[in-house]
């Protein structure tokens, strides 16, 4: 109820949208798009199809698990996507910390569960790779270089 509220007196709130920023750098646009059609495949298969493509994850997960890390990669793909078709870094700064807390988060569970971790599959050195391509866009992304900037 209270989102609605919010959301209704956002709607009633004068003004326009800020003035663009600068774009990002056109291998940070290619690498996060490449990063959310992933998010976006792997999470809907998890959640439509749990059985079927929760072998390839990394560790051993339920039907249940599958949907909820499913809805999260859904949410975080949709989310990447939005912020390369939006391509103003100024207005992605949000997601940069999510972004960056995502990688963090999963590269300390993974540390921390290691031995979960199958790491004999290639899934599971897939999975690390693409966290540390995740981390440097959320990086760089929140603290803005200059040389991000230029196209």
Request: charged share 10%; aromatic share 10%.
């Amino acid at each position: 109820m209270v989102m609605l509220l919010i959301g209704w007196l956002q709607i009633r709130t004068p003004g326009g949208d800020p003035p663009r920023g600068p774009p990002a750098a056109i291998w940070m646009r290619a690498l996060v798009l490449g990063q959310g059609v992933g998010m976006l495949a792997f999470g809907v298969g998890l959640f439509v199809l749990p059985d079927a493509v929760a072998p390839s994850w990394p560790w051993t997960l339920t039907t249940l698990t599958a949907r909820a890390i499913g809805a999260w990669l859904i949410g975080i793909g949709v989310a990447a996507l939005h912020a390369n078709r939006e391509n103003d870094v100024s207005r992605i700064r949000p997601l940069a910390g999510g972004y960056t807390a995502f990688a963090l988060l999963e590269l300390v569970a993974i540390a921390r569960f290691s031995g979960n971790v199958n790491w004999s599959a290639p899934a599971a050195w897939v999975y690390l790779a693409f966290l540390l391509s995740v981390l440097p866009v959320g990086l760089l992304t929140l603290f803005q270089p200059r040389w991000v900037e230029k196209r």
